[in-house]
Nanobody, 124 residues
């Protein structure tokens, strides 16, 4: 059973940075496409970023492009998202998710495994 655990969330001022981590157990990370999603109160879960199995192809939502960087270290079974120039509208619970195929990578419903989420709060 594949399990994902997020960490690194917290409270930060606007303009600050955070680095989220997603560690994977129960499976071989290199077998999975890993995405990050977020959900703010009263809103639907939205796509943030995704990275291919080998880490060669990142893809971002327009709202975070140029500010967030996704990366992975398959040897450490971990995927990261470096978040810079944070804005209050980035406040949400952030989730990592995994799937095997590089199709419909922005669709949350297409992912097989999910972490429990980590809260990110950006104050103005």
């Amino acid at each position: 059973q594949v399990q994902l655990v997020e960490s690194g969330g917290g409270l930060v001022q606007a303009g600050g940075s955070l680095r989220l981590s997603c560690t994977v157990s129960g499976g071989t990370l290199s077998s999975y496409v890993v995405g990050w999603f977020r959900q703010a109160p009263g809103k639907e879960r939205e796509f943030v970023a995704v990275i291919s199995r080998a880490g060669t192809i990142p893809y971002y939502a327009d709202s975070v492009k140029g500010r967030f960087t996704i990366s992975r270290d398959n040897a450490k079974n971990a995927v990261y998202v470096q978040m810079n120039s944070l804005k209050p509208e980035d406040t949400a619970v952030y989730y990592c998710a995994a799937k095997t195929a590089w199709v419909r990578v922005v669709d949350a419903h297409d992912y097989d495994y999910w972490g429990q989420g980590t809260q990110v709060t950006v104050s103005s």
